[in-house]
């Protein structure tokens, strides 16, 4: 990875424009969102790497890992470096948060974010491990015999957008849900559609009082309805 990382920085080196030229003040200031470069995708992964040496967790993946650091960076094309980063990214962030949850639910998260980025890959097909964590983790946690089997069933079945899909239903059941922009674009969500309800009076008074923006966090809302659905 180290490898890779400094030959990309000294690719962007040599391709870059004039110092300064990459990103403008007008840039900043109207916060327009550069592409995410190789660069910065491969920095996500060394950020992961030593994240995961530092805890001491989750090493037992690392086999898979690396195989598929060389499969994914083989193939990616670079529309889809945003993605790889977000992914890289949140499996760091559920590597930090891993004495927080549940062994369990830890595992279980770190393991379905893994597969999700797998599904960039070519000839992908749903690995055996998992399986075991989602079976393992469902019937630690709900005790759901068949809703479990009927879920790897789905998702043995799937091609990787489905597949994707049924990963962020499994990761919202889970004690604590990673969060970042772009999760849910990633497992086939859109949020733009358009086909939002108006928002009632009395809620859009609550939000006029925020003085500044918002935190969106539709991860930790889409957690909530699952929860809601169980219970009713």
């Known amino acids: 990875i180290q490898d890779a990382y400094e030959e990309a920085q000294l690719v962007a080196a040599q391709t870059a424009g004039p110092r300064g030229s990459a990103e403008s003040i007008r840039d900043l200031v109207d916060g327009e969102e550069r592409p995410t470069t190789k660069v910065d995708m491969l920095g996500a992964w060394q950020l992961l790497m030593k994240s995961l040496y530092d805890h001491q967790v989750f ?6 890992l690396e195989k598929l650091f060389y499969q994914i960076t083989s193939c990616l094309e670079e529309s889809q470096y945003g993605a790889t980063k977000t992914l ?5 962030q559920a590597v930090e948060h891993e004495e927080e949850s549940q062994a369990l639910a830890a595992e279980c998260r ?13 000839n992908w097909d749903l690995s055996p491990k998992c399986q075991r964590v989602w079976e393992t983790t469902m019937l630690g946690l709900e005790g759901d015999d068949d809703g479990i089997h009927e879920t790897i069933a789905t998702a043995s079945a799937a091609g990787p957008e489905d597949f994707r899909k049924t990963a962020y239903g499994v990761l919202m059941t889970l004690q604590w849900v990673p969060n970042a922009p772009g ?3 990633i497992c086939g969500f859109d949020d733009g559609d358009g086909s939002q309800l108006q928002m009632p009076d009395v809620v859009q008074s609550i939000f006029l009082q925020i ?6 966090r539709h991860d930790g809302i889409q957690q909530l309805l699952n929860r809601l659905l169980q219970q009713g």
């Open 59 to 64: 090493l037992q993946y690392s086999p898979s």
């Open 88 to 92: 890289v990214d949140l499996m760091a």
């Open 110 to 122: 770190y393991v379905t974010l893994l597969e999700i980025l797998a599904t960039f890959a070519s």
């Open 183 to 185: 999760l849910r674009e």
């Open 211 to 216: 003085r500044s923006t918002p935190l969106p």
